[in-house]
């Protein structure tokens, strides 16, 4: 989505605001412009394409010492240098960059232009500019406050005015926006990665608030002017887990990261003494973690199929019904709300719009929802009724891998510590507990055998098709590696239940289309291994995810990649490594953009 950064401070502004924009490029986006002030002007450059274009563009040694920037992912208004940010109104005395989607602009437009106002954009984002412009009365916070009030819709906003030099004003209502707060400079984005380089002291701005600020003061207040005090926040992440650390891509070091990350997502979160989980942040107390009698999950995506891997793993753990479902389909569908069940919002960004508009549909209706997140202070998990941090660091690859394992743990610990509260006894808390304390070794060995998958992906990589297919606690994680084929190869790829290939799908069995079989040796095996048969038996070309020493796969399948053997409750860990893996090294053979693959963007904080 978009990414938004504004300064204020003594240095050069427009060097600083292209190169916190260059750390926001995986938010994914299209075109990309700045605007300072100098020599008492607002001056814009803004240019459709990368960074690079940008930075080509921008004149050398160009001065001013407070500016805004942007990089927008198109939602209105074709790719094009006029479309992209920042705007400025018609007397080129106001500037604005915005996030979001403003979803009364065609009738905010229409007046303005009633009244005289000429737009030169096809944005909804013009709208805003000239709704300050015409507000301003030399007062640029309270223009910004008077035209925020009359938007419908989401924004995340920096506004600036020629005859206010060193001076910025940031508002927010539904896309995120982060005060950094540095030594005689402060710095406004969108989110921490763009001034992380600057200052870890940060504020994070909530919907209905506007920050005033200078290069040594910044004022929160809502929209009824009443001041706001806020907390500021250290932020923990250092610059270089955001660098590539000599990977090729952001998505490999993802990848390989996975031991360190599925272990902090553990860390301090196992309590060996009553062999249960422990996770703080629930404000659950455990008379309430008692009566719950059902979890319903809700996400998007990858985040999605993470929780339909918790729900399996709740109901096999803690014996409580649980159930994942799309964000955006509970959303529209009045969703019936029951006492004595909690929902989770799982969610990398924490600001995908689908799981928090239903996150706040389901709160509305007095459902306790808590997040599963990984941003901190990100919106969904500042709105839910608590929740977990997966703590995984900066995702940065568009295709989210490390944080679908951090997410899954928080699941496993969750449910270890319901079903330690009812059913299961000390002795099996403890085992559960040591297998969830293996997990970094065993993916360890998964990542040491990851150069097996180089020619089984080169193999492959010119396939027009690829189904996966996994039955049972692996069902979502066959789901999840065609997402991850499709979305940085894109080559067309389906995930099914193993067993749903005879109705249906087993039509598309070809001598060319490989099928990718999860069959880890738990109680499915065998019936996994009839269903991989069904497809030989049509001349069907099967790459095989199986267990050390399963040699009657290795006899049947085209090809395979070997896992350990563990518990039946790992395998999905053991398994999605390989699929990430895979998708990795076909994206590469065909020479895609695998941290920032085409149309995508790492977080959708659009429906
Ligand atoms: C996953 O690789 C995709 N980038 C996408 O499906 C993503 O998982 C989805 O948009 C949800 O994002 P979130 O976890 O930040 O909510």
């Known amino acids: 989505m978009c990414g938004i950064i504004g300064y204020c401070g003594p240095k ?32 814009v450059h803004k240019k459709k394409g990368k960074i690079k274009d940008l930075r080509d563009h921008v004149p050398e040694g160009l001065d001013g010492e407070t500016g805004i920037g942007h990089t927008r992912w198109a939602t209105h208004g074709e790719v094009n240098d006029t479309n992209a940010h920042p705007h400025l109104d018609v007397t080129g005395r106001v500037a604005i960059v915005h996030n979001g989607i403003i979803e009364n602009f065609d009738a905010l437009r229409e007046k303005l232009e009633d009244d005289g106002y000429v737009f030169v954009s096809e944005t909804d984002s013009e709208v805003i500019v000239h709704l300050i412009a ?103 992440w250092e610059l270089e887990e955001i660098e590539k650390e000599g990977y090729a891509h952001y998505m490999e070091k993802e990848i390989i990261e996975q031991p360190d990350s599925i272990l902090r997502a553990m860390q301090g979160r196992l309590d060996h003494e009553y062999a249960t989980g422990h996770l703080g942040g629930l404000n659950m107390s455990r008379q309430e973690l008692l009566s719950v009698e059902r979890v319903k999950i809700i996400a998007a995506g990858t985040s ?93 690859a568009v295709a989210s891998t490390k944080a679908f394992t951090s997410q899954i743990t928080a699941f496993y610990l969750f449910a270890l510590m319901m079903a330690r509260m009812r059913h299961l006894g000390i002795e099996a808390g403890a085992r559960m507990i040591e297998q969830i304390e293996s997990l970094p070794r065993l993916v360890e060995e998964v990542l040491r055998r990851k150069e097996t998958l180089i020619p089984i992906a080169r193999k492959y990589a010119h396939a027009d098709d690829v189904l996966f297919l996994g039955r049972g606690i692996n069902y979502p994680v066959a789901l999840e590696g065609a997402l991850k084929l499709k979305e ?36 499915l095996r065998d019936k996994v291994l009839s ?9 069907g070309r099967v790459i095989a995810l199986a267990v050390d020493g399963d040699d009657e796969v290795g006899r ?41 693959p085409r149309n995508l963007a790492k977080s959708v904080t659009v429906e």
């Open 556 to 596: 049947i399948a085209d090809d395979v990649f070997w896992v350990p053997k563990a518990s039946e409750l790992l395998y999905p860990y053991l398994m999605v490594i390989p699929l990430q893996l895979f998708a990795y090294y076909v994206a590469l053979e065909l020479g895609r953009n695998v941290d920032q």
């Open 12 to 43: 050069p502004a427009a060097e600083l605001l292209v190169e916190g924009l260059r750390r926001l490029e995986y938010r994914g986006y299209d075109s990309a412009g700045i605007c300072v002030r100098t020599g008492g002007k607002l001056v």
């Open 304 to 396: 999605y199929y993470a929780g339909m891997v918790g729900a399996y793993v709740l109901e096999s753990v803690a014996r409580i019904p649980a159930t994942a479902e799309l964000a955006s389909e509970l959303r529209y569908r009045n969703p019936i709300v029951e006492p004595n069940t909690v929902y989770f919002a799982v969610s990398q960004s924490g600001e995908t719009a689908d799981t928090l508009y239903a996150m706040r549909e389901l709160q509305r209706k007095g459902a306790r929802v808590l997040g599963i997140c990984n941003v901190v202070g990100s919106t969904i998990p500042r709105e839910s009724d608590g929740g977990v941090y997966i703590h995984s660091g900066p995702e940065i």
């Open 134 to 236: 015409s507000l301003y009365d030399g007062d640029l916070e309270r223009a910004v406050k008077q035209a925020v009030m009359l938007l419908k819709g989401t924004y995340g906003i920096v506004a600036m005015h020629q005859d206010e030099p060193g001076k910025l004003v940031g508002a927010r209502n539904g896309s995120p926006l982060v005060l950094g707060i540095g030594d005689h400079e402060m710095f406004l984005a969108s989110d921490v990665t763009a001034i992380i380089a600057h200052t870890k002291q940060v504020i994070y701005i909530e919907d209905g608030e506007v920050v005033s600020v200078t290069a040594d003061n910044y004022q929160t207040s809502d929209l009824k002017n009443r001041a706001v005090d806020k907390k500021v926040e250290f932020i923990s």
């Open 488 to 523: 940085i190869s894109y080559i067309h790829a389906e995930g099914y239940s193993a067993a749903e290939i005879k109705h249906g799908p087993i039509a598309l069995i070809n001598e060319v289309t490989p099928s990718v079989f999860l069959i880890p040796d738990d109680g």
């Open 531 to 539: 269903n991989l048969k069904e497809v030989k038996a049509r001349k």
